[in-house]
């Protein structure tokens, strides 16, 4: 077995702590001296006088100022023997020292010993002493462990909390559907193998690429793939591990981290979410961070202090690259800027056959299929996907994945668990209602995107879901598909207005409500698609970051915010009514589809179409994904 002085220690000390106490009864509190021969037995010092004035004491030591006496004396009752008795005087007892001189008894008065109170003082001392040299010895043995407590001893010298992989196994093979990225990227490769051929021309090596993209979109693979292509070492570290509560600990773990991977040239530096310590500097709110600051300027001193061919190559990370400081950005630092976005069908085609190659597809599992029918997923939600379908299908105990499960796992990824259907009750036939108001507005709409298929089995947070195959292929959204989707989107509280009446409508619309006034707004103040014209006045999301520019203010007056207000609110009354217009018209549909999905409890695209076209016209539209 390994010796551990962590182990060792923490037995030591409660058995410390114990001792300590059982010194301190036995020692601390009396004499050294009187310890010696110190009677067991006790004497009051009532029965001592009489003893005294019978003539049976022999001889008196008085200790501790005369507070105390051994008393020797004969013992009646045990054949006369003569013994000791420990006896506590009263203070004030002066008569006593005239009594024993009348009586002959021989005493003798101890001085207070000293090396009583130095042994007391001692046993004081030895244990804070041992306590603290353990306390040592625990915190610079934990201290090597990652996360132990040690951190807190020595803070100053920041302890490495990057990661080092020798070989990462990840070939450029793994990565898929970012096809832009990855031909840049290839690039890097060749730097690290061959940096002569560059350098023999007289070119100088980037120091920095900036990987920029949605999470999960494989920004982290590609930098592994690129360590691992060409058999370098790869150092991982995250941004927000920079930031600490110590002021210096990320600028000295930023010079450890160079420090390391100089010794370890040629390598990847990768540093994960480095908008954590990237962000502008100066400008937060409530007094800029010191330490992100630090942290940060040491970075750029790193990365200035290297030779371009010294065969470092730091690839960074973020979703965030418009809060980034621009002295990042500045050549010489992350002077390329790598897009890696969300995959497209062909993409995400390209990314299942990278994750179906371990796993075990039914013959009649079309992976062309899946690509369709997942629009939006990244890698990360693909991989993800294949997992998910494949404890699924182990859980049914079946040979291999088949189109049930994925679909089943589709769900499952985009809308969260599956939960147990409501009971027939009114409230399961309001959802019904409601979920029947989205399908059929969305179905009569000739803007909007097909129904996929309608369930009142509830997932996530939604009691009853209507999905819809949205087209990603047309980059462009028009004015008309915007108000069928904000219209779609009322249906399901129309259907509750027009079918229970004002009085009755739930919060079951409250995301829908949520979701199409976002619409709404985008419409009116960043698209143009109102009366006030094409103007633009909101620059992005309006979102609040602290990095940058959080001074600016809204880029109109109050009197256009008011008549902003007023539009939106026209184009969602619009939609509303013609979403109550459509259900009304067809309230004999509605109820019947409302019986069926509640009888059925999912209903399909094609199957709710057929039903709709046997009371009125469906607009026709491309199926864009089938399954
Ligand atoms: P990011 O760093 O961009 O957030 P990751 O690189 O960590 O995303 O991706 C997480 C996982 O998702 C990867 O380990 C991989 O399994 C899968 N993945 C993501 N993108 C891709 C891709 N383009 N090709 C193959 N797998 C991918
Ligand atoms: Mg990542
Ligand atoms: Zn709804």
């Given at each position: 077995m390994k010796f551990s002085w962590k182990v060792l220690l923490l037995w030591t000390l409660p058995a410390l702590v114990i001792g300590f106490f059982f010194w301190q009864g036995a020692f601390?509190?009396?004499p050294a001296d009187m310890t010696k021969n110190a009677a067991n037995t006790r004497m009051t010092y009532g029965r001592f006088l009489e003893y005294v004035d019978a003539g049976r004491v022999s001889s008196v030591d008085l200790y501790e100022g005369g507070r105390t006496a051994i008393v020797e004396a004969v013992d009646q009752?045990?054949?006369n023997r003569v013994q000791r008795w420990r006896v506590d005087l009263p203070?004030?007892?002066?008569?006593l020292i005239s009594k024993l001189k009348d009586k002959g008894i021989s005493f003798d008065a101890h001085p207070m010993r000293n090396d009583g109170a130095i042994w007391g003082l001692l046993g004081n001392l030895v244990f804070p002493i041992l306590l603290i040299t353990g306390l040592f010895f625990l915190f610079r043995r934990s201290?090597?462990?990652?996360?132990?407590?040690g951190q807190a001893m020595n803070f100053?010298?920041?302890?490495?909390?990057f990661q080092m992989e020798?070989?990462?196994?990840?070939?450029?093979?793994?990565?898929?559907?970012i096809e832009e990225a990855k031909e840049e990227l290839q690039e890097v490769v060749t730097f690290l193998k061959q940096p002569e051929r560059f350098t023999a021309v007289g070119a100088r090596i980037p120091k920095g690429v900036l990987l920029v993209g949605?999470?999960?979109?494989?920004k982290t693979l590609l930098a592994k793939a690129i360590a691992g292509e060409a058999g370098v070492p790869f150092f991982s570290i995250s941004g927000?591990?920079?930031?600490?509560?110590?002021?210096g600990v990320g600028a000295s773990r930023v010079r450890d981290l160079f420090k390391k991977a100089k010794d370890n040239a040629p390598c990847i530096i990768f540093i994960d979410e480095i908008d954590a310590v990237g962000r502008?500097?100066?400008?937060?709110?409530?007094?800029?961070n010191d330490e992100r600051e630090q942290t940060l300027n040491q970075l750029l001193t790193e990365m200035d202090g290297f030779?371009?061919?010294?065969g470092i190559i730091i690839i960074a990370a973020t979703?965030?690259?418009?809060?980034?400081?621009?002295a990042l950005l500045r050549p010489g630092r992350f002077d390329r800027q790598v897009t890696v976005d969300a995959p497209d069908i062909k993409g995400r085609l390209e990314i299942l056959q990278v994750h179906a190659r371990n796993k075990k597809l039914d013959p009649s599992v079309s992976l062309d299929a899946i690509a369709r029918r997942t629009?939006?997923?990244t890698g990360a939600d693909l991989a993800n996907l294949l997992n998910e379908a494949a404890i699924l299908t182990a859980r049914r105990r079946k040979e291999g994945i088949t189109l049930t499960e994925i679909d089943d796992a589709v769900d499952r990824v985009v809308a969260g668990m599956e939960g147990t259907p409501l009971v027939d009750s009114k409230s399961k036939r309001l959802i019904a209602y409601h979920e029947v108001g989205h399908a059929l507005v969305g179905t009569l709409l000739k803007d909007h995107d097909p129904v996929q298929k309608v369930t009142l089995i509830p997932r996530g947070q939604a009691q009853g879901l209507t999905w819809f195959t949205p087209n990603?292929?047309?980059g462009l959204i028009s004015r008309s598909q915007l108000k069928a989707r904000i219209t779609g989107a009322l249906g399901g509280r129309a259907a509750e207005e027009v079918i229970f009446?004002?009085?009755?409508?739930?919060?079951?619309a409250g995301g829908d409500l949520q979701q199409l006034s976002g619409m709404a707004r985008q419409m009116v103040t960043?698209?143009?698609?109102?009366?006030?014209?094409?103007?633009?006045?909101?620059?992005?999301?309006?979102e609040v970051f602290l990095?940058?520019?959080?001074?600016?203010?809204?880029?109109?007056s109050e009197s256009i915010a008011s008549r902003i207000d007023g539009q939106v609110r026209a184009i969602v009354e619009d939609c509303y009514e013609n979403a109550k217009k459509l259900i009304r018209d067809n309230r004999s549909v509605t109820d019947r589809l409302v019986d069926l999905l509640i009888e059925k409890e999912t209903i399909d695209g094609a199957e709710f179409r057929q039903i709709v076209a046997e009371y009125t016209d469906v607009p026709e539209k491309p199926q864009y994904a089938q399954l």
């Open positions: 601390a509190g009396a009752d045990i054949e203070v004030n007892a002066p008569e201290s090597n462990l990652p996360g132990g407590p100053g010298k920041s302890r490495a909390r020798a070989k990462t196994g990840v070939k450029f093979d793994d990565v898929a559907g949605p999470p999960g979109t494989g927000s591990e920079f930031v600490e509560m110590f002021v502008q500097r100066g400008a937060g709110i409530g007094g800029g030779e371009g061919n010294t979703n965030r690259p418009d809060v980034l400081d621009s629009p939006g997923f990603e292929e047309q009446g004002a009085a009755e409508v739930t919060t079951g960043r698209f143009g698609m109102s009366d006030l014209g094409p103007l633009s006045l909101e620059s992005q999301q309006g990095g940058r520019d959080w001074t600016t203010r809204s880029e109109y």
